[in-house]
């Protein structure tokens, strides 16, 4: 529940970083594009990539790829970061938005380091929830398996499912 509300509230940031000026449209930067307010620019990012098809996004994914390796400023990390933890995202690799974002958690001086902390600690959570996720579905295999073998040696009826 926790990691919802936080994923909302995210979100709702990412909404609120595109909308500028009172004419009512949007003048969110272009997904390439990570200059200006660090932040407001991020979160715009993460934005417009939550919407790419797959196709899109994985060329969206290698093109922030070799811009971080070209350059490892905190922009360049950052937008590499979000686009590899976009959830439900097919390509999504968390371990590697993890290192990405490494260096920003520690750096407290870099604008982006509060939404690095925030990000590392949604996707740390997510995987603790994986793993927790992992750890009841064997123990419901094995609950289910060994009821199968007491209704198979008993002789009942079979269960209706």
Do not use: I
Not at 108 to 136: C, K, Y
């Amino acid at each position: 529940m926790k990691l919802l509300a936080a994923w909302l509230l995210l979100l709702l940031l990412a909404g609120c970083g595109t909308w500028r000026g009172s004419d009512g449209a949007d003048h969110a930067a272009p997904v390439s594009d990570l200059r200006g307010d660090a932040v407001d620019t991020a979160l715009a990012y993460y934005a417009q990539a939550r919407k790419l098809s797959g196709v899109e996004l994985v060329r969206e994914q290698e093109a922030a790829r070799r811009a971080y390796l070209k350059s490892r400023s905190d922009g360049n990390r950052m937008r590499y970061a979000l686009v590899l933890a976009l959830p439900g995202a097919a390509t999504a690799d968390e371990a590697r938005a993890l290192d990405a974002m490494e260096p920003l958690t520690r750096n407290a001086a870099s604008p982006l380091h509060g939404l690095a902390m925030l990000v590392t600690t949604m996707l740390q959570e997510q995987r603790r929830l994986d793993v927790q996720a992992q750890g009841l579905q064997q123990k419901l295999d094995a609950m289910l398996e060994l009821e199968r073998n007491m209704t198979g040696r008993e002789g009942g009826a079979q269960r209706k499912r």
